[in-house]
């Protein structure tokens, strides 16, 4: 489904581009940096910040304000006296040092400006003012003081120890011991990344110091602009190294032991589920072997694209895919399909009925697999109903305004609520009424028996709870079931976090929600790669459990991997793989386990030897009979290369830097395997066979 005529897919996983991040950074990574420098100056927040109503009032007070004992060893005093532009709050105790962030956090949580802030590891100062530039009321310290208190309670920052990443010495995961496998490279990747984070910290700090100076001698606006902008191309370069050193402490700790279902979910694991009192694992992506093409793009409606397809299915077949997925089929308001109205009427912009039945007839007598693309969250009426509302539909399923959800008075439903998702460029389909599933249910029936079809892709499946799809799928027998579950990826101010986990345990779960049958599109393995590759960043495609970064490193048997489809690429490039990268994230995709889906624009392009490294690398995943379930060891992931071997049979590296099983003595003693031959190799990626 295209953002055009969906207003919520246009903010699904925003690519971070360098102009926004630069633009929305903040002093977000000061306080980060505040664990490491004694003396560090806080420059005010961008004034941008939201304006809710002031929880302090705006009167300026003349007398010293009360203190807060926070234990035996801290005190925090404000007083109004001292500074004629602020208030003061003052800190005293045995250690200070870990009070930046959380004080910092607290006060600006509470819409306070902070114009300064030094702490030394006995005592230190902030000057604070209310949002309008007016001192603190005394009157309403009692309020402050009882959010400050909780925060700091909250953070827990009063212990002697360090704080890593909020993991005290001595507790959370211990470092795992050196084995004769670690390499110097990793010692050196940990001293550089340290020296970077040291060295922006120190230029985020200076630049810091320099505003607070130009502020307090009343500096001219358009220096101060300049200034802030620095300030913020500083705080992005120090967000980079942070990140990449949260990484490196990830993978130094040991894993802890597996307490819950999904940690059995990693590379290699057969897994058997019990899901709804029973165990399945359903069709989901077939037979465990499948290779998915996505067989058109964006514009495909403009051409005979049956008839062009069924021309080219020997040539699919030949490259060593198993299955197709077409677009969606029905008459449809628009041109591509996905705003679906007469669901039985099978002439679309693509061809006719016949057309759609001969080019299935071809594909299968090339032993291909046809998927249709499901779209049944969403359908468009053919009239007007009462009030001039857009909900009388047409063809074989006339349903009327009780088969829409309430909540949106634009098509004036009748049915229950929403149970998922809103989309609002067409009425919202009711799956919770018994009579829509069974007319549903009907319709895909007619596609599997009469027309031919062998699997389905669920559009949109945010929409309406999996256990609705289950039922589906239970009544219609596909061989393979995949779901476009596109979520949002973490971010921080515009940067794609490290840690994905919410996110793909997200898509992991709705895949539990239809027990199992249908497998889900591995978005977060697109955003993390295509981000690993754009920026030189390798050491985000692996989790701190040793395990693919992605939904494929928790659950591979349910992900599908890809690099762009309709919507992310095509003529739309919503959230486009950076092109000069595409070698390389097929490299990717087409070793590792879980299963790849290729995009049809892919397949034809001749830039970069791309055909070539696709027809290469599909031949080696076939010969050496890589499967969705295949067992991974991940060897390397640092700034410059990422490197791993899998089910023992192929060896991959991406990136610049330098790796080859046959040099790495830990590759050896995994696989006991001492020779590798390479059999592809490209921009940034080479790919070996075990001898």
Same mark, same amino acid.
């Given at each position: 489904m295209a953002p055009a005529?969906?207003?919520?897919?246009?903010?699904?996983?925003?690519?971070?581009?360098?102009?926004?991040?630069?633009?929305?950074?903040?002093?977000?990574?000061?306080?980060?940096?505040?664990?490491?420098?004694?003396?560090?100056? %806080?420059?005010?927040p961008h004034p941008g910040r939201g304006h809710r109503a002031h929880l302090l009032a705006r009167a300026v007070e003349t007398q010293p304000l009360s203190s807060?004992?926070?234990?035996?060893?801290?005190?925090?005093?404000?007083?109004?006296?001292?500074?004629?532009?602020?208030?003061?709050?003052?800190?005293?105790?045995?250690?200070?040092?870990? =009070?930046?962030?959380?004080?910092?956090?607290?006060?600006?949580?509470?819409?306070?400006?902070?114009?300064? +802030?030094?702490?030394?590891?006995?005592?230190?100062?902030?000057?604070?003012?209310?949002?309008?530039?007016?001192?603190?009321?005394?009157?309403?310290?009692?309020?402050?003081?009882?959010?400050?208190?909780?925060?700091?309670?909250?953070?827990?920052?009063?212990?002697?120890?360090?704080?890593?990443?909020?993991?005290?010495?001595?507790?959370?995961?211990?470092?795992k011991p050196i084995a004769p496998g670690f390499q110097m490279e990793n010692v050196d990747s940990l001293r550089q990344t340290a020296e970077e984070v040291a060295q922006a910290a120190l230029t985020l700090a200076k630049l810091e110091k320099e505003i607070v100076d130009m502020i307090s001698n009343g500096g001219d606006v358009s220096e101060l602009t300049i200034k802030e902008a620095d300030r913020a191309t500083a705080a992005a370069l120090l967000d980079r190294p942070l990140l990449q050193l949260e990484a490196m402490l990830a993978m130094r700790r040991a894993p802890e032991k597996p307490t819950e279902p999904e940690a059995a979910r990693g590379g290699g694991a057969d897994l058997r589920f019990q899901?709804?009192?029973?165990?399945?694992?359903?069709?989901?992506?077939?037979?465990?072997?499948?290779?998915?093409?996505?067989?058109?793009?964006?514009?495909?409606?403009?051409?005979?694209?049956?008839?062009?397809?069924?021309?080219?299915?020997?040539?699919?077949?030949? =490259?060593?895919?198993?299955? %197709?997925?077409?677009?969606?089929?029905?008459?449809? %308001?628009?041109?591509?399909?996905?705003?679906?109205r007469d669901l039985y009427s099978l002439?679309?912009?693509?061809?006719?009925?016949?057309?759609?039945?001969?080019?299935?007839?071809?594909?299968?007598?090339?032993?291909?697999?046809?998927?249709?693309?499901?779209?049944?969250?969403?359908?468009? +009426?053919?009239?007007?109903?009462e009030g001039g509302k857009w909900n009388k539909f047409g063809g074989r399923l006339p349903w009327d305004a009780s088969a829409i959800c309430t909540g949106n008075?634009?098509?004036?439903?009748?049915?229950?609520?929403?149970?998922?998702?809103?989309?609002?460029?067409?009425?919202?389909?009711?799956?919770?009424?018994?009579?829509?599933?069974?007319?549903?249910?009907?319709?895909? !029936?007619?596609?599997?028996?009469?027309?031919?079809?062998?699997?389905?892709?669920?559009d949109f499946v945010k929409g309406y709870p999996g256990t609705y799809l289950r039922q589906y799928i239970d009544n219609t027998v596909p061989e393979l079931a995949i779901g476009e579950f596109w979520d949002t990826c973490e971010y921080t101010d515009s940067v794609l976090n490290y840690n994905q986990d919410q996110h793909r345990q997200r898509t992991v779960t709705w895949c539990d929600s239809t027990g199992g049958t249908s497998a889900a599109f591995d978005f977060t393995t697109k955003g993390i790669l295509q981000e690993a590759v754009g920026r030189q960043?390798?050491?985000?495609?692996?989790?701190?459990?040793?395990?693919?970064?992605?939904? %494929?490193?928790?659950?591979?048997?349910?992900?599908?991997?890809?690099?762009?489809?309709?919507? !992310?690429?095509?003529?739309?490039?919503?959230?486009?793989?950076?092109?000069?990268?595409?070698?390389?994230?097929y490299a990717y995709i087409l070793t590792h386990p879980g299963t790849p889906c290729v995009?049809?624009?892919?397949?034809?392009?001749?830039?970069?030897?791309?055909?070539?490294?696709?027809?290469? =690398?599909?031949?080696?995943r076939k010969r050496n009979e890589i499967h969705c379930r295949s067992s991974i060891k991940i060897f390397q992931a640092s700034s410059d290369v990422y490197s791993a071997v899998i089910d023992a049979r192929i060896a991959m590296k991406m990136g610049p830097g330098n790796w080859s099983p046959n040099n790495d003595n830990a590759v050896a003693n995994s696989s006991g395997q001492k020779e590798w031959k390479m059999a592809a190799s490209g921009r940034n990626f080479a790919v070996w066979e075990a001898q």
């Open positions: 005529p969906d207003p919520p897919r246009a903010t699904a996983c925003p690519q971070p581009t360098f102009t926004r991040l630069v633009a929305q950074r903040g002093g977000t990574q000061t306080r980060q940096a505040g664990r490491s420098a004694q003396r560090m100056p %806080v420059a005010a807060i004992e926070i234990d035996d060893s801290i005190e925090i005093t404000f007083d109004g006296d001292k500074d004629p532009a602020a208030t003061l709050m003052c800190v005293r105790g045995d250690d200070c040092s870990g =009070l930046l962030e959380p004080l910092s956090v607290s006060l600006r949580n509470q819409d306070l400006v902070i114009l300064s +802030a030094t702490v030394n590891p006995t005592d230190g100062v902030f000057r604070v003012t209310n949002q309008d530039g007016t001192k603190i009321d005394a009157r309403a310290w009692e309020d402050c003081r009882v959010k400050i208190q909780k925060d700091l309670v909250a953070a827990r920052i009063f212990s002697t120890r360090p704080l890593v990443y909020g993991i005290q010495l001595g507790g959370g995961k211990p470092i899901a709804g009192g029973g165990t399945s694992t359903g069709p989901a992506t077939g037979n465990g072997y499948e290779i998915i093409l996505q067989g058109f793009n964006w514009d495909s409606h403009h051409q005979d694209w049956y008839k062009i397809l069924a021309n080219q299915a020997t040539d699919f077949a030949k =490259l060593g895919f198993t299955a %197709v997925w077409l677009p969606p089929p029905s008459d449809s %308001v628009s041109p591509q399909g996905y705003l679906p002439n679309s912009s693509y061809g006719s009925e016949a057309d759609l039945r001969h080019a299935i007839s071809c594909l299968h007598q090339n032993g291909l697999k046809v998927l249709a693309d499901v779209v049944i969250n969403h359908r468009c +009426a053919s009239e007007q109903g008075p634009e098509w004036g439903g009748r049915g229950n609520p929403k149970q998922g998702d809103e989309y609002a460029a067409a009425p919202n389909i009711d799956h919770s009424n018994p009579q829509i599933r069974e007319d549903i249910t009907k319709w895909m !029936t007619f596609l599997r028996q009469s027309i031919g079809i062998d699997g389905w892709r669920f960043e390798y050491w985000r495609l692996v989790d701190p459990e040793g395990r693919p970064a992605g939904m %494929v490193g928790m659950w591979p048997s349910r992900a599908v991997l890809f690099i762009d489809n309709h919507d !992310t690429g095509s003529s739309l490039q919503h959230w486009p793989f950076p092109t000069n990268s595409l070698p390389e994230g995009f049809y624009d892919h397949i034809w392009q001749d830039a970069d030897g791309l055909r070539k490294c696709i027809e290469d =690398l599909l031949r080696i």
